[in-house]
């Protein structure tokens, strides 16, 4: 059995997709995970190495996704319009290479947003699974698309139409439209592209896999995987469940956070990362800094290089690291998983994205949830209003959210029993559930047998 594995192009979808990759590796079966070029390099420079990859049970390929060096592949409208018009053929090609040898590829698992791969798939005749990395509720999202058309909620574009909360079903949370995943990625026209190649899309290829897995867990997501069985919870997609290194980071992790971490008070650090996507202006860069700053609490931040909007990089108020010396940590990309299980740790700053809030949520670490865009607004709604693990950071009038709010909202969270407890019992919940990854080793049997008959819901076709 040889199994491609294929992420869209963007740090929060590769991760989890390598663990996918990685636990159908150790066992016994071949992988390719093929990675855009640009995204390629960066994953082997982080792994310090450009001749082997981050595994050696997993080949690592690449193909190009249209754009030119210079282009700005954050650009998530253009990025994704290149990868959808240059990549699908690529990806033929690439299979047909590989076709030739007597290790043919078996089964395709990509990006649930990657039609084009499951139309590969299809046309090659190849088993394919469609692979959420967002909360499962995104996919019932999209999957309930013809609903809210039918509905008017929201008009052929993809734009909301009704300025009130809805609800998939009893049992999911309630949503504003305003704040669906493609609603809130950037101006209208890249929204527009996002709804018409994404979403659609992703829809698309949920109707024609065989299989769609989903990071989260039944626990954490009863009412979206009871209105969709076709679904399949398999995570959460956690290195440190098999005491591994996370791989797949696209900048080297600064390990010298641990040793610093292991000189702090149990429970005392204020653990700050937004991720790979979120980007501050000057002014909210600073606010920030300042709230830390007066918490007067030690605190552990990663900051991007790119994480201030400023023209010349990251600038820090004046005199701040001077004043919070060996009371503030900071480190360009942080190793997380081993940091939120790390007793030192009393909270989580967050953008709230899938992996951060999986990862948090494993290790029973409270919230202060500051989501930036598409489906982080959503998981900031379960952590805050559902799970009640955790609470949210308030913009003022002018959209900043002031150092006197982060002072306060952190001396709030860490003083509130009821929330750490909320925590540590979701996370012994998810735990139990996770011990036993019982879907997950149903969907390896799965690609390894190629059995197209279901044994049960919630698994594949």
Known sequence: MHVMVIPYPAQGHVIPLMEVARCIAINGLKVTFVNTEVTHKKIMSACGSQKDGPNDLIQMVSIPDGMQPWEDRRDLGKLTESISRMMPTKLEELIEGINKTDNKVTCIIADASLVWAIRVAKKMGIRSASFCSSAAAVMALIMSIQKLLEDEIIDRNGIPLKDQM???STTMPFMDPAKFTWACVGNPATNKIIFDILILGTKEAAETADCIICNSTMELETGAFRLFPKMLPIGPLLAT???LKQEGHFWKEDFTCLTWLDQQPVCSVIYVAFGSVTIFNQSQFEELAFG??????PFLWAVRPETSGSMNGTIYPNGFMDRVG??????????QQEVLSHPSVACFMSHC???STMEGVSNGVPFLCWPYFADQFLNTTYICDIWKTGLGLKKDDSGI?????????VELLLSNKIIKENALNLKEKVGAERSSNKK?????????????NAPEKNTCN
Request: hydrophobic letters at 40%.
């Open 401 to 409: 959210v002031t150092r006197g709010e982060i002072k306060s909202k």
């Open 292 to 297: 830390l700053e007066l918490t007067n609490k």
């Open 241 to 243: 469940n098999r005491f």
């Open 440 to 452: 997950l080793s149903e969907f390896i049997d799965w690609v390894k047998k190629g059995n197209v």
């Open 166 to 168: 809805i609800q998939l």
């Open 326 to 335: 060996d009371h503030g940590k900071i480190v360009s990309w942080a190793p």
């Open 353 to 355: 994205g899938w992996n």
